[in-house]
T-cell receptor
Framework: AQTVTQSQPEMSVQEAETVTLSCTYD???????LFWYKQPPSRQMILVIRQEAYKQQNATENRFSVNFQKAAKSFSLKISDSQLGDAAMYFCAYRSAYYGGSQGNLIFGKGTKLSVKP | NAGVTQTPKFQVLKTGQSMTLQCAQD?????MYWYRQDPGMGLRLIYYSASEGTTDKGEVPNGYNVSRLNKREFSLRLESAAPSQTSVYFC?????????????FGQGTRLTVV
């Protein structure tokens, strides 16, 4: 079974600075997808960025980028130029590319609460 | 562009009461999911439905039942609520096609069982 681990329950960053959130996962599969979701106090789950395992190039979305290390099974999220609106809970999630019994279910880490200081 | 709509947003139940959480999506997705979110636990899968007419248990199915009413709707029922079911519940949907791999979530239901 796949597992996702986020080892930082809480993180803090100064506004305009850069912060990196860590995520590791365990799987025996070779093809899968990885995601970072943001959950602000409104509770809404918002997709931040995704990475396909077959792509070597790290995904980027504006101020958000990932460092995907497939051999190390690591998938960290870097937030550049942090803004007050980035304060939220961030979840790392794994999804198999093999639509067998799991049918595309997302497996989540326990989350990292990010605070942004003005 | 409603996406995934969950009702209600908040609910308080007494122990032993029953209720149904409703979920509907308008994105023509085949797969739908119910998760619960507890502090420090992330989101855990309760049940999922790969397609209309099929449902399967996830990681924490005990105490819940589901119905995939049609392609759009997937409901979660608590037959006899217990305080351990106090949680935030999320419905999600996705298309398993290669081009669209993300899951879309409803706004969540905060359920308190007293």
């Amino acid at each position: 079974a796949q597992t996702v681990t986020q080892s930082q329950p809480e993180m803090s960053v100064q506004e305009a600075e850069t912060v990196t959130l860590s995520c590791t996962y365990d799987t025996s599969e070779s093809d899968y997808y990885l995601f970072w979701y943001k959950q602000p106090p409104s509770r809404q789950m918002i997709l931040v960025i995704r990475q396909e395992a077959y792509k070597q190039q790290n995904a980027t979305e504006n101020r958000f980028s990932v460092n995907f290390q497939k051999a190390a099974k690591s998938f960290s999220l870097k937030i550049s130029d942090s803004q007050l609106g980035d304060a939220a809970m961030y979840f790392c999630a794994y999804r198999s590319a093999y639509y067998g019994g799991s049918q595309g279910n997302l497996i989540f880490g326990k989350g990292t609460k990010l605070s942004v200081k003005p | 562009n409603a996406g995934v709509t969950q009702t209600p947003k908040f609910q308080v139940l007494k122990t032993g009461q029953s209720m149904t959480l409703q979920c509907a999506q308008d994105m023509n997705h085949n797969s739908m999911y119910w998760y619960r979110q507890d502090p420090g636990m992330g989101l855990r899968l309760i049940y999922y439905s790969a397609s209309e007419g099929t449902t399967d248990k996830g990681e924490v199915p005990n105490g819940y039942n589901v119905s995939r009413l049609n392609k759009r709707e997937f409901s979660l029922r608590l037959e006899s609520a217990a305080p351990s079911q106090t949680s935030v519940y999320f419905c999600a949907s996705s298309d398993l096609g290669h081009q669209n791999t993300e899951a879309f979530f409803g706004q969540g239901t905060r359920l308190t069982v007293v």
